[in-house]
T-cell receptor, first 113, second 114 residues
Framework: GNSVTQMEGPVTLSEEAFLTINCTYT??????LFWYVQYPGEGLQLLLK?????DKGSNKGFEATYRKETTSFHLEKGSVQVSDSAVYFC????????????FGKGTLLTVNP | DGGITQSPKYLFRKEGQNVTLSCEQN?????MYWYRQDPGQGLRLIYY???????QKGDIAEGYSVSREKKESFPLTVTSAQKNPTAFYLC?????????????FGSGTQLSVL
């Protein structure tokens, strides 16, 4: 079956530090990959996505590259801000008889000024 | 503005009681989903519906029921059979077009047991 493994948090960084949140996956076929972000007390919002191997998704300074050879989709940002504090979820969507997202467990990021 | 509305934001359930969580969307999306979020466990799919009058069980459907009588609405009932209902519940929708689409989420309902 499909699964997503994220690095365990929490992750605590100082403002302007470099961020990496690791994500690896197991899936049948060729999944689409996503990063969602959840700010405190809110639902999830799509941050970025990639739909095929070597695609790079990017948004708000965040980037992730779909690496089929390592089955990974690591999230990176060069300089984090306090406003980036949130929970980040890696997810995959695989075809078949039903289209439903499989989520990782989430990684809590706290950025201190 | 188009979006997904979940209500109430906070809900309390007494022992043996059924409670219903509301989810309404005005995005004209075909597919709707219910997820349960527990600390440290990510999101788990309870039920989903890809079209009106049809729905399928997700990974943790036991103790829950849904209906999809209208395209805009996908209410979730947490029954008394659900022994550990305390969680944050998220409703989502999508166009239902397939593997490249994104989900739009509501802001969630926090359910607690009295």
């Amino acid at each position: 079956g499909n699964s997503v493994t994220q690095m365990e948090g929490p992750v605590t960084l100082s403002e302007e530090a470099f961020l990496t949140i690791n994500c690896t996956y197991t899936a049948t076929g060729y999944p689409s990959l996503f990063w969602y972000v959840q700010y405190p007390g809110e639902g999830l919002q799509l941050l970025l996505k990639a739909t095929k191997a070597d695609d790079k998704g990017s948004n708000k300074g965040f980037e992730a590259t779909y690496r089929k050879e390592t089955t990974s989709f690591h999230l990176e940002k060069g300089s984090v801000q306090v406003s980036d504090s949130a929970v980040y979820f890696c997810a995959l969507l695989s075809g078949g008889s039903n289209y439903k997202l499989t989520f990782g467990k989430g990684t809590l990021l706290t950025v201190n000024p | 503005d188009g979006g997904i509305t979940q209500s109430p934001k906070y809900l309390f359930r007494k022992e043996g009681q059924n409670v219903t969580l509301s989810c309404e969307q005005n995005l004209n999306h075909d597919a709707m989903y219910w997820y349960r979020q527990d600390p440290g466990q990510g999101l788990r799919l309870i039920y989903y519906s890809q079209i009106v009058n049809d729905f399928q069980k997700g990974d943790i459907a036991e103790g829950y029921s849904v209906s999809r009588e209208k395209k805009e609405s996908f209410p979730l009932t947490v029954t008394s059979a659900q022994k550990n209902p305390t969680a944050f519940y998220l409703c989502a929708s999508s166009t239902g077009q397939g593997r490249h689409e994104k989900l739009f989420f509501g802001s969630g309902t926090q359910l607690s047991v009295l």
